[in-house]
Every structure is written in structure tokens, then in C-alpha cells.
């Protein structure tokens, strides 16, 4: 919405929607249905438990919602874990008594999706113009990275670390992302869903890099959860940790997140894989080098 020069529509927000930083005036129609402050084990075994009672992740403020009247409400139905789905939605919308609200539900699975979610918003909004503008800037960005990295000729493998416990892989965009910036991944499909993944699988393919991105988490929280991926058998032995190459990235901020910050996203990464080559300014915000702790 941002993005589109369309902010001075938006009434309200999720509450995960925090960029750019003035949207957080807005009142958040959502919250998590479950406390979210414990560690990567915790978390996991409360959703876990949560979609087994085939209870919600989050909770939508149907009086909130009532008053704030909007005439279009932009969901996902790419990750139930991820954000508030169409079904929480629409229960609230249903309370809606003053008239109807469009419902736009978006599903970006790969990068390509993001050009097309792009589109469906601004045609929503009906500015297709400024939608065909963002998308071609964005892809001139990633065009660029991409063009670069190929000419490069190294092309580290690479592991990416979606969750630490239990361990999972990235999936979706990510493979795509890693490609372009001139990068080998090791796990995890392109358009799929994120994978587990065993420590053993992890040890064995001995990754050139490995780039440690909890969904959902900062900098500051994912710093804080290395200790866990650390403890495991065999880390210190694994060629990115004598290297130095096991880079921290604030997944939150940019690569969970499936709008314009993934091209930001490809820009860390080709600066972590390609320091020499490459250098946007983001270490130190969006990622920093982990080695034992120290950045």
C-alpha cells in the first residue's frame, strides 16, 4: 500500500504491519491468540497445538474492525502460522453491519508472485499505473543483483536456517532469492512450502554459508537463539563456522515478509555471500556475521 504511494487510504493494520515506520499510528485489528515471547521450542509446540485443536493463530478485533469501516481488506492465504487467513477475516466481516468490504486474499508462494500481488492491490485500488511503475522499478533492482552475481562465477552453497528447533529450511521464495544473488541452495524447494530439516542433513552437506533467518524474529531474538543451533555435535567443525560465514539476518524485517523488502532481502544476501563484490549498506541492520557471539 506504501509501496503504491497509497498510504493515506489505510485505516488500519495488523499487528505485525510495522513498515515504513509511520504506519504504526494506525490501530492494529489483529493479535496473536497465544503468547509469543518464549523461545523457537516453545513457539513451535504452541502452534502446533493450537492447529491440532483446529484452534486460530491469531485473533481479529471485530469491534475495532466495525468501526475503522473499510471498504477493502488485504489478507494471505500463503501461511496460517504467518498471519491472520481469510476465515478469521471473514468471521469478523460478517459483523460488519454498515455495508460490505471486499475481501482481497493474496498467496505469494514464489518471486514472481510478489510482481502479481503488486498488480491486485494497485488494480484494487485503481492505480494499475503506479502498480506497473513499482513493479518495474523492483524488478531493475533485483535484475541488476541478479546480473552481477551471475558474472561473478562463485557460487557458494548455502544452507538457510528458517527455524532452530526444531530445525527447518527455507522454502518459497528463498531458494529463488539465494540463486540470484549468485548463491547455491541446499535445502528447501523453490514455490514449496519450508522443509524440516535434520541436523544430521545439515552436517553432512557442510555448507559453504549458512544464513540463520527464524521467521518472525529480529536481529536482537535471533542473536539470542544461537546458543541452541551452537550446542548442536559437529558445529564448530562445519566449514561456514571456521569460515566465519554464518550470517544472522533480520527475517522479520525483510525475508518473511513477501512484499517490496524482498528486494532488499536479495541485497543482503548478495552482500553476505559477495562482500567483495557487493556492499548496500544493510550490515549491521538487516544482518550481521555471527562467530561465537561476536558480530
Excluded at 92 to 106: Q, S
Excluded at 126 to 153: H, I, K, T
Aim: aromatic share 6%.
Amino acid at each position: 500500500m506504501c509501496a503504491l504511494g497509497q498510504e493515506a487510504a489505510l485505516v488500519g493494520r495488523s499487528h505485525e504491519c510495522d513498515w515504513p515506520p509511520s504506519v504504526r499510528r494506525l490501530p492494529a485489528v489483529s493479535r496473536p491468540a497465544f503468547a509469543t515471547a518464549g523461545g523457537s521450542r516453545a513457539i513451535d509446540l504452541a502452534l502446533k497445538e493450537r492447529l491440532a485443536r483446529a484452534l486460530s493463530i491469531y485473533e481479529v478485533d471485530a469491534a475495532l474492525l466495525k468501526s475503522l469501516r473499510p471498504d477493502l481488506v488485504i489478507t494471505q492465504t500463503q501461511c496460517e502460522v504467518c498471519a491472520v487467513t481469510p476465515a478469521d477475516v471473514e468471521r469478523a466481516v460478517c459483523e460488519l453491519v454498515d455495508g460490505p468490504a471486499r475481501i482481497l486474499a493474496l498467496e505469494p508462494n514464489g518471486l514472481d508472485d510478489l510482481w502479481s500481488d503488486v498488480r491486485r492491490v494497485a488494480a484494487a485500488l485503481g492505480a494499475g499505473a503506479a502498480g506497473e511503475a513499482l513493479v518495474g522499478r523492483l524488478q531493475d533492482r533485483v535484475a541488476a543483483v541478479g546480473g552481477r552475481a551471475a558474472s561473478l562465477g562463485r557460487r557458494p552453497r548455502v544452507a538457510v536456517v528458517e527455524w532452530i528447533d526444531p530445525l527447518m529450511a527455507a522454502g518459497n521464495w528463498m531458494p529463488e532469492l539465494v540463486a540470484l544473488a549468485g548463491g547455491r541452495n541446499l535445502f528447501g524447494e523453490a514455490r514449496k512450502h519450508s522443509p524440516g530439516m535434520s541436523w544430521r542433513a545439515l552436517a553432512e552437506a557442510d555448507p559453504d554459508a549458512i544464513v540463520v533467518s527464524p521467521c518472525g524474529f529480529d536481529l536482537e531474538r535471533t542473536a539470542a537463539e544461537m546458543p541452541t543451533l551452537a550446542a548442536n555435535p559437529g558445529w564448530p567443525a562445519l566449514e561456514a563456522v571456521k569460515a566465519g560465514h554464518v550470517c544472522l539476518v533480520d527475517g522479520n524485517a525483510y525475508f518473511h515478509r513477501p512484499g517490496p523488502r524482498l528486494v532488499e532481502s536479495l541485497e543482503i544476501l548478495a552482500e553476505m555471500l559477495h562482500p567483495g563484490a557487493f556492499d548496500f549498506g544493510h550490515r549491521g541492520g538487516g544482518w550481521i556475521r555471527w562467530e561465537g557471539g561476536e558480530r
